[in-house]
């Protein structure tokens, strides 16, 4: 009889560890539910209730043993087992609770931002913290019938909804360019739950938009709304508001944000709006003067390219002029833009790290530091910025800046296992793994190198282009390890003879470090003797350097090529030194005599440097020639020259003395005369300026170009494009 007695009390007991356990996790979902109302009312961390619904479910173990046991354990009686499981189970829950949540921000959800005025005034706002934005992806919104005069509105509607949704600082969107599904979802779902794509079409001139917003994983729709009308920007409007109401944070004391219409932040012109779509700023603020938006995406791409430091000065002048047609970081970013464009620095650092902390992963906030920090070499910060930037936000462009900043900190084992964490987050990963390969090849590990690149070439065999650059520099790393010694040959600054740009390599480790000004620093692997490799070759063209040496050996220009899926494009860098740096000085401070001098000795140094030549053509010109000569020589050749069949025209007037010059497309640049018929211009010094004259009047201009791998001018080359009459 006494074991079905025993069998009886064991199930009272189990009953009554039943009954009671089923109280505690509603209990525990109520004190959750009284939390989770708690953190929404003061604008605290999310994470506690993840962090607390942890505890409940890591203490279960312990809390059965204990219900069950209860009567002996109260009166202090331990046995071994739960002597071991009990502060094994609490170990065990604090470490999980450290590696889940360590680098979570536990505080408030907001945080107030001090910042000054344009007039001087201090002011606070509360704004959300980055951590705590919804983050999510728009993709094309797709035509459901063929039409030309709207197919700009693919893109052009993401853009524009884009822009307006940046308004809101409780939200993070980003534009990307993918119309195909199943990419849409494996790009979306490395770092969202959710994204953003619609279709449209136009009948009887009523506009039919519709949005959706889906799951990340599978693109199943979890909301969707459709507008009609005839104003495409009113819809806009409209799916801004749907989008915002759907994904935005229902928190009491969430900040809200004004939302202005897309019309008084960008244009109200759609033509302009179609050539902005397309990138064609210049053709945007031709449609409409006060477009400030394009001015500063055009001046943003002028600083990041050096195409030209007069075009920089101009358009950063018109963005800071029309500002008010912005929302407030935009009007933020103009002043950026400004600062940037008159080399100053300084101010430029102190505002961009002001408006990080409003956007600590805004892409133009970020790169603009990248920017500065690259130009004084400051490592440390650069790298660190990046770690933040990931640590804030992951998405596509910190993951890109996290890889690289362990590049150049030379970690590349952990490189190496942050690429592999992400990956076990996608197991059908075609992407992802080749992001190993400049890694491998700088720890010198030739085979997992191999490994990837032949898994690149085999998943990708249309990359060949681009894919033949490393086979190449994985041939030669493995016959010829890379040493530091061995890289301090590639040292020094060049200069791009097609625009201002320059670029600076140092080493460092074993690899070769490059500034562009204006962007950020890339990290280069040797692939031959006296040459160099950088790029991905799934997401962005692979370069290669090759560098040309004198008769005494020395680097003296690199031979860049830019390897894209189906082309390859050549650019040239010449390399500077103390001679020329003096020189151009000189020449830009008009004082013509030293700069003679300075010319004379830099040319000597660098006698394949074909565009000293030139310049110093300008200065024994300009000296033999009074000024009233030379101005009137200047307005001889103003004017407009076209060609009929032909939409870009060149465009030449004087302004303060000085011949401008500028065609579409182009960016605006200072021409200098090395004779009466002759420019150059040192924004671009690989071309040559002509003008031809009959009975003493111009009456067509076409240009000259300098050929690097011949070594000489081709004269009137691309005569269909380049012979143009005066109008």
């Given at each position: ?89 609490i170990a065990v829950l604090a470490i999980g609770l450290y590696f889940g949540f360590g680098t979570s921000d536990l505080g408030a959800t907001t945080k107030a931002v001090e910042y000054t005025t344009e007039s001087g005034e201090k002011r ?604």
């Amino acid at each position: 009889m006494a074991k079905p007695e025993a069998e009886k009390n064991n199930y009272k007991k189990w009953k009554q560890v039943a009954q009671i356990f089923a109280a505690y996790l509603v209990g525990a979902w109520t004190f959750l539910e009284f939390v989770d109302w708690i953190l929404s009312r003061y604008s605290l961390s999310p994470y506690w209730v993840e962090l607390l619904l942890w505890v409940f479910i890591g203490i279960i173990p312990s809390l059965l043993m204990y219900l069950f046991h209860h009567e002996r354990i109260n009166q202090k009686s331990l046995r071994l087992r739960e002597k071991i499981i009990f502060p094994l189970n609490i170990a065990v829950l604090a470490i999980g609770l450290y590696f889940g949540f360590g680098t979570s921000d536990l505080g408030a959800t907001t945080k107030a931002v001090e910042y000054t005025t344009e007039s001087g005034e201090k002011r606070t706002a509360l704004i959300t913290k980055e951590e705590f934005r919804t983050g999510f992806y728009i993709y094309n919104f797709e035509p459901k019938a063929s039409d030309s005069a709207t197919a700009w509105l693919e893109y052009g509607i993401p853009l524009l909804l884009n822009e307006d949704l940046l308004q809101n600082k409780n939200l993070k969107p980003d534009v990307i360019f993918i119309d195909n599904t199943a990419e849409k979802v494996k790009e979306a779902s490395y770092f969202f739950d959710f994204y953003i794509d619609g279709d449209f079409e136009v009948t009887d001139s009523v506009i039919t938009l519709n949005t959706y917003i889906r799951k990340a994983k599978n693109a199943q729709v979890i909301m969707e709304k459709t507008f009609k009308g005839k104003d495409i920007l009113d819809l806009i409007d409209d799916a801004t508001v749907f989008v915002t109401q759907s994904l935005d944070s229902d928190e009491f004391n969430n900040p809200s944000y004004l939302d202005l219409p897309i019309k008084e932040i960008t244009s109200s012109n759609l033509k302009a709006l179609e050539y902005f779509r397309y990138g064609d700023y210049e053709n945007a603020v031709k449609e409409d003067s006060t477009f400030a938006l394009a001015y500063l995406f055009d001046g943003r791409r002028n600083v990041v390219y050096s195409r030209s430091k007069t075009q920089e000065q101009s358009l950063a002048d018109k963005a800071y002029e029309y500002r008010q047609r912005m929302p407030l970081q935009r009007q933020s970013e103009a002043l950026v833009l400004r600062y940037l464009a008159y080399d100053q620095f300084e101010e430029a650092e102190k505002l961009v790290k002001i408006q990080l902390e409003v956007d600590p992963n805004s892409d133009t906030y970020n790169n603009t530091l990248k920017n500065i920090y690259g130009r004084t070499k400051n490592l440390d910060a650069y790298t660190q910025m990046a770690m933040d930037a990931w640590d804030n936000q992951k998405d596509r462009e910190s993951g890109l800046s996290m890889i690289e900043a362990g590049l150049i900190q030379e970690e590349y084992d952990a490189v190496i296992k942050q690429i592999d964490a992400f990956s076990l987050l996608q197991p059908n990963d075609d992407v992802l793994f080749a992001f190993k390969l400049m890694p491998e090849l700088l720890k010198g590990d030739i085979e997992a190198a191999r490994e990837i690149q032949e898994k690149i070439k085999l998943l990708y065999p249309d990359l060949e282009n681009k894919t033949g650059v490393y086979d190449s520099a994985i041939t030669f790393l493995g016959k010829n390890p890379a040493k530091g010694k061995d890289l301090q040959k590639f040292e020094g600054e060049y200069r791009s003879e097609s625009s201002e740009q320059t670029i600076t390599l140092w080493p460092k480790g074993k690899a070769v470090l490059k500034y562009t000004s204006g962007q950020r620093i890339r990290v280069l692997i040797k692939a031959g003797d006296f040459s160099l490799v950088s790029g991905h070759p799934l997401i962005e063209p692979v370069q290669k350097y090759e560098f040309l040496r004198d008769d005494k050996g020395n680097n003296y220009v690199v031979k860049y090529e830019q390897n894209q899926a189906d082309v390859t494009d050549t650019f040239w860098y010449w390399k500077l030194d103390e001679t020329i740096a003096e020189a151009e000085s000189l020449l830009q401070q008009r004082q013509l005599d030293n700069a003679k001098t300075a010319y004379e000795k830099a040319i000597q140094a660098n006698p394949k440097h074909y565009y000293l030549k030139t310049a110093l053509d300008h200065i024994n010109y300009v000296k033999g020639m009074d000024s009233t000569a030379l101005s009137n020589q200047l307005k001889e050749v103003t004017g407009t020259y076209s060609k009929e069949g032909n939409e870009s025209v060149r465009k030449f007037w004087v302004e303060d003395g000085r011949l401008m010059y500028k065609r579409d497309g182009v960016a605006g640049k200072e021409l200098l005369p090395i004779s009466e018929t002759s420019y150059i211009s040192m924004s671009g010094v690989q071309i040559k300026y002509e003008f031809e004259y009959e009975d003493g009047k111009v009456v067509a201009s076409y240009v000259w170009r300098f050929n690097a791998e011949t070594m000489s001018w081709e004269e009137n080359f691309m005569p269909e494009i380049n012979y143009l009459l005066k109008d």
